[in-house]
Structures are given as C-alpha cells and as structure tokens.
C-alpha cells in the first residue's frame, strides 16, 4: 500500500505511543502498530484528521509516478498507480458487485 506514517510522524516529531494518545488510546503503540498493518480508509482519515494532514500525505511520495488513484469501496481500499492497476481495480469491483 505505500504508507507513509512514520515519516508524518517523524516530521512532526511523534512517535506511535503518542499517535496511540492521539486516537484516544493512551500508551497503547501495540495499538497503532496493528492499526497500521491493514487500516481501513475510515482509519485513515481518522489518523490524518489527528495529524492534521491530508490522507494522501500518509501515502508514499508518488511525484513521479503519472497516476495516483486512492479507491475506497465498502471498506477495502485499493491504489493505483497506472492506468492498468486501475482497470483491474475496476475488474475486481465489478466482479463484487454481480449477483
């Protein structure tokens, strides 16, 4: 997926306990560390919002890719970075959504 929350982190000079304080779970890094394994969107935002960031600025500096696409759909959040990732993102989603 590309995050990039230890270096939001690092930049503005928190660490994950405090991150865990700031989500309202206090001294708990455990926490943020499995958090950060497999965040949902809603999770995302909620981490920005407490950093006082954008959700794109958690992800990797994709400055020179052409493409950066952040899809959130039901819950399960997918990113391209081509033209082709995102066809397929749009293949997977249409095969979900048969009956």
Request: proline share 1%; net charge negative; no cysteine.
């Amino acid at each position: 997926m590309g995050l990039n929350i230890e270096k939001v982190l690092h930049q503005k000079g928190l660490n994950k306990a405090k991150l865990a304080e700031l989500l309202g779970r206090k001294d708990n890094r455990s926490y943020v560390t499995n958090l950060l394994k497999s965040p949902s969107y809603a999770s995302l935002e909620k981490i920005a919002d407490v950093l006082g960031v954008d959700v794109k600025d958690l992800f990797d500096d994709t400055k020179d890719e052409d493409l950066t696409a952040l899809i959130d759909y039901k819950g399960e959040f997918f990113r391209a970075n081509t033209i082709e990732e995102l066809q397929n993102i749009v293949g997977v989603i249409k095969e979900k959504t048969k009956i």
